[in-house]
């Protein structure tokens, strides 16, 4: 169902980001979407390292968040994890580890953790189902703390007064490096960040065995960045504007998040009514750590909401398509149909999800994926749920 013209439906994401209850990562998120002008998120369903590390290189200028499915990964390794940061940074999007965590909150710490994938040691994001109870959320919070404050204790640290050493001294190309490395954990900047992104300690940390960063003290939130959504330059020089507002907001804080599913796009899903009432009243007890909703609609409904809502079965007729209905005199802002892919999934386009149902971040697997051209769909995508969020919260589309 349409949402409620709730606030954060016409307000900026630049503007959602300086609200006083934001974590610090949902705040980096907005911010970083923002000045990327990117609320797409690709579903990296692929299943070697060297075809996903391919893939977030392709799309990477043109995401905010690259979803992963670690246990389809074949030979997934630590250079799989170290690549992956490398990359995240480089060209600016968050990862996201799409584990739907569902068990007791013993077991789930253990997922979270430990064996093979360790995800709380490299992603910021990850998600869960509320149906074995509130215990569940609790217990990814406190490993997600335990994790962070594991990485901190963990790496060899160089208490500065603030001026780094120089290249000479340590370099991260000064040393041979092994696939079988086991100080990816340490790659995090050690900020010491709890979960939701506060300080913990007062030392700055630098990893000497694997590289060295410019020392600088440690940040609670994201640095603002001026909120470019009514800009009415021409961008002639966009992607060097990129650039430097990129530099500008800074690395992500060290801190983790958690996304509840309280919806699906899954035909005869069972997460609808109550159940999706009660991840919203799960998330609002829980609001320093859980940042959101995999959902079909915007469920911020009270003065203080301001949960991200990540929306998976989103997809575009091919290019071809859509350029022969505009030369018919087709417009994109009718009626649409409803697809779906044979084995229950049900699509609908971005501009039906964000201006529609308010959603905040598409999520685009199979769309992008088959594409011959993933880099040029990845883009075509990142412009029409930009569009569509542009005309919903100041009524105008580029």
Not at 9 to 18: G, P, W
């Amino acid at each position: 169902m349409p949402p409620s013209r709730h606030p954060t439906l016409t307000q900026s994401f630049c503007h959602r980001a300086s609200f006083p209850n934001t974590p610090p990562l949902a705040a980096y998120l907005l911010h970083l979407i923002t000045v990327k002008k990117s609320n797409l998120c690709v579903s990296a369903d692929i299943s070697s390292t060297a075809a996903l590390l391919q893939l977030a290189e392709d799309v990477g200028d043109s995401i905010c968040v690259l979803k992963t499915h670690a246990d389809i990964v074949d030979d997934w390794n630590e250079r799989t994890i170290r690549r992956l940061k490398e990359i995240s940074r480089q060209k600016g999007f968050l990862l996201f580890e799409d584990r739907k965590f569902g068990d007791i909150g013993s077991t789930v710490q253990r997922q979270y953790t430990s064996g093979h994938h360790r995800i709380a040691t490299w992603a910021p994001l990850t998600n869960a189902h509320i149906f074995p109870g509130p215990a569940l959320i609790t217990a990814l919070q406190t490993a997600a703390l335990a994790t962070l404050t594991s990485l901190n204790q963990s790496v060899s640290t160089e208490i500065s007064a603030g001026t780094p050493r120089s290249s000479s001294d340590y370099s991260e190309h000064s040393h041979p490096s092994s696939d079988n490395d086991n100080d990816d954990d340490n790659e995090e900047r050690a900020e010491a960040y709890s979960a939701s992104g506060r300080k913990r300690s007062i030392v700055t940390a630098t990893t000497i065995s694997q590289y060295t960063e410019h020392t600088h003290p440690p940040r609670l939130v994201p640095r603002s960045v001026p909120d470019n959504d009514d800009d009415d330059d021409d961008d002639d020089d966009e992607e060097g504007d990129v650039a430097k507002r990129m530099a500008r907001l800074g690395d992500a804080p060290v801190a983790r998040g958690l996304l509840l599913l309280a919806e699906m796009s899954s035909e005869g899903n069972l997460l609808t009514g109550e159940y999706t009432q009660r991840c919203v009243h799960l998330a609002r007890q829980h609001r320093d750590f859980v940042l959101g909703f995999i959902a079909q609609h915007s469920l911020n409904t009270e003065p203080e909401d301001n949960f991200i809502t990540f929306t998976p079965g989103v997809s575009l007729p091919p290019a071809e398509e859509e350029d022969a209905g505009q030369d018919n005199g087709g417009s994109s802002s009718g009626k649409e149909k409803k697809r779906g892919d044979g084995l229950g999934q049900q699509y609908n386009t971005p501009r039906k999800m964000v201006l529609e149902e308010g959603c905040d971040i598409v999520i685009v697997g199979r769309g992008i994926l088959g594409a011959s051209d993933r880099r040029a769909e990845a883009e075509r995508y990142r412009r029409e749920a930009w569009g569509a969020y542009e005309e919903r919260v100041v009524g105008r589309r580029k």
